[in-house]
């Protein structure tokens, strides 16, 4: 069983930069394709971007350009470099493995971008 904490979010300003980061116990994330997910206020939860477990990546084309996924298997941690944020990335961020598991699913961390 895998247990996953996201930290890094927060309060910004349109232009600015976060990394949120996804630390996981329990269990090797190098053995997983990993995932970030968010959901603002009202809405379903979306994919955000992916890293398969030899490094390939995938983005939302909302934030193609814009995000960045990694991995750091020595720290068993995924991160999400956020540039240049805008309003409409206001959510709650998650991480989960690749497939998703129900089993997976964190509280989240907060970004909040204000215009």
């Known amino acids: 069983q895998v247990q996953l904490v996201e930290s890094g979010g927060g309060l910004v300003q349109a232009g600015d930069s976060l990394r949120l980061s996804c630390a996981a116990s329990g269990r090797a994330l190098s053995t997983y394709g990993m995932a970030w997910f968010r959901q603002a206020p009202g809405k379903e939860r979306e994919f955000v971007a992916a890293v398969s477990r030899f490094g390939g990546t995938a983005y939302a084309d909302s934030v193609k350009g814009r995000f960045t996924i990694s991995r750091d298997s020595a720290k068993n941690t995924v991160y999400l470099q956020m540039d240049n944020l805008i309003p409409e990335d206001t959510a709650v961020y998650y991480c989960?493995?690749?497939?998703?598991?129900?089993?997976?699913w964190g509280q989240g961390t907060q970004v909040t971008v204000s215009s």
């Open positions: 989960n493995a690749v497939p998703w598991s129900p089993d997976y």
